[in-house]
């Protein structure tokens, strides 16, 4: 069974930065893609950055974009996610997530293993 602990959220000022981690462990497969997600009381769960482990493609928000930065170590079968100029919207629980085997690397819940998230809070 994929295992997934994200670790590295925490309490920050505006303008400040986090390193999240993601440990992964219990691969049978090599996931297609690995992706952060976030999600705010009262909110739906959204994606932030996706990377493609094939290679060095990558994806983000665009309310993060050019602030975060999502990473791999296929060696350590770690995520990282560094998030620069953090803003008070940027609180949420942040998810890490691994595509299942044969499924797209879309939006939709089941097609990913989840973590169990952590804590991000930005204040002003």
């Known amino acids: 069974q994929v295992k997934l602990v994200e670790s590295g959220g925490g309490s920050v000022q505006a303008g400040g930065s986090l390193s999240l981690s993601c440990a992964a462990s219990?691969?049978?497969?090599?996931?297609?893609?690995l992706a952060w997600f976030r999600q705010a009381p009262g909110k739906e769960r959204e994606r932030v950055a996706l990377?493609?482990?094939?290679?060095?493609?990558?994806w983000y928000a665009d309310s993060v974009k050019g602030r975060f930065t999502i990473s791999q170590d296929n060696a350590k079968n770690t995520l990282y996610l560094q998030m620069n100029s953090l803003k008070p919207e940027d609180t949420a629980m942040y998810y890490c997530?691994?595509?299942?085997?044969?499924?797209?690397?879309?939006?939709?819940?089941?097609?990913?293993?989840w973590g169990q998230g952590t804590q991000v809070t930005v204040s002003s």
């Open positions: 219990g691969y049978t497969y090599r996931p297609y893609c």
């Open positions: 990377i493609y482990t094939g290679g060095v493609s990558t």
């Open positions: 997530a691994a595509v299942r085997s044969g499924s797209w690397c879309g939006l939709a819940y089941e097609n990913y293993f």
